[in-house]
């Protein structure tokens, strides 16, 4: 039997089902832009937020600057009215080693800690720029400058990894090399030529360092040698400046020894420098060649004793902060000229 009254029950019914389906649609895509949304928000409040504590971190940090700055000042003017101008290992700002550094609370947010190193108490790579005037010779007591000489013996003091004299030469004259203006290389030095035969090839800089990190890229410096080098050496690209007999470690210390001997001092003899200085301490540069360790070698050491000094100009500060949980380091070189202070370099990270 015909029913003419079902064909539009059943049309409405369509129509109710496909409105259903179109409101169900509406209602996933609106679901799933909320979900997007929700999702870009919390990247960006996060995003927001880490900038947020960089930056606070960043002003802690600076502010360990300007407080290392602050106590260089003042150990500068304690020593201008004692009518003293040295710097040693009983200032106010040394921390000795294996001490934790000075620590301080931040509000409740988190917690900064800094310490202050005398940078001529290590060797500045910067002074191997310098090669010996004249006709170049072989003359192992002729060929090489005070400093030269001296990077030579602290090579070779490393022990490990274990560095012969010919290796320690080898690596000096290409630490020249790489410094010096010309693109002649030493006898044992390396030029363009050399790191053309590199993959990829590159050039000499023939300038001065600008930071300890441009060794890896000179001849013959191994990963472990640079490694081992790295608590030693120092660059400012500035003026050079004397080794500090107060405060550079035995390491460095076993580097000075009379002209034409690229022997380094035994460990024992450098060992007997630091604990001398420890338990008596250094009148002047006159009293530490009178240290018998420089016995029947005093008459050839004129030329090592003017790179020695007593006084200290640049200082590196390693300052550490932590705020919401965020850990971050600054390594700030500090130069102190009189009462001026200049920040000439740095470098962060986060932990």
Excluded at 77 to 84: R, W
Excluded at 116 to 138: H, I, M, P, W, Y
């Amino acid at each position: 039997m015909h029913c003419r009254h079902c064909r539009p029950h059943s049309s409405r019914a369509r129509q109710r089902g496909a409105a259903l389906i179109f409101a169900m649609l509406v209602f996933a895509l609106a679901a799933a832009l909320v979900v997007a949304m929700k999702g870009e928000f919390e990247r960006f409040y996060q995003r927001s937020g880490n900038i947020l504590l960089d930056g606070q971190a960043q002003a802690y940090l600076r502010g360990a600057e300007d407080l290392a700055g602050i106590l260089l000042l003042a150990d500068y003017d304690m020593d201008k009215s004692a009518g003293l101008r040295r710097d040693d290992l009983n200032e106010i700002w040394w921390t000795k080693p294996g001490n934790p550094p000075p620590t301080y609370a931040l509000d409740g947010t988190g917690w900064m800690s800094g310490s202050l190193e005398d940078l001529q108490g290590r060797f500045n790579l910067n002074a191997l720029a310098k090669t010996v005037s004249g006709e170049r010779t072989s003359d192992l007591k002729k060929r090489f400058t005070p400093e030269q000489e001296q990077f030579i013996r602290l090579l070779q003091a490393l022990g490990d990894p274990a560095v012969s004299q010919q290796e320690a030469i080898t690596i000096t004259e290409s630490i020249t090399d790489w410094l010096d203006a010309d693109r002649e290389p030493l006898l044992d030095g390396a030029e363009d030529d050399y790191y053309y035969g590199q993959t990829p090839a590159y050039r000499a800089a023939n300038r001065n360092m600008s930071s300890v990190s441009e060794l890896r890229a000179v001849a013959y410096i191994t990963p472990e040698i640079y490694r081992a080098l790295l608590p030693w050496i120092t660059v400012w690209p500035k003026e050079l400046a004397t080794l500090n007999i107060h405060t550079a470690p035995a390491m460095v210390l076993r580097s000075i020894n009379a002209k034409g001997d690229l022997s380094p001092l035994t460990e024992a003899e450098g060992a007997s420098l630091v604990e001398y200085r420890e338990e008596t301490g250094f009148e002047d540069k006159t009293d530490f060649q009178a240290n018998p360790v420089f016995d029947g070698k005093r008459d050839d050491m004129k030329d090592v004793m003017a790179l020695l000094g007593e006084n200290s100009d640049y200082f590196l500060l390693e300052a550490q902060v932590e705020v919401a949980g965020r850990n971050m380091r600054l390594y700030s070189v500090i130069n102190r000229s009189g009462r001026n202070i200049a920040t000439i370099a740095r470098a962060s990270g986060s932990l």
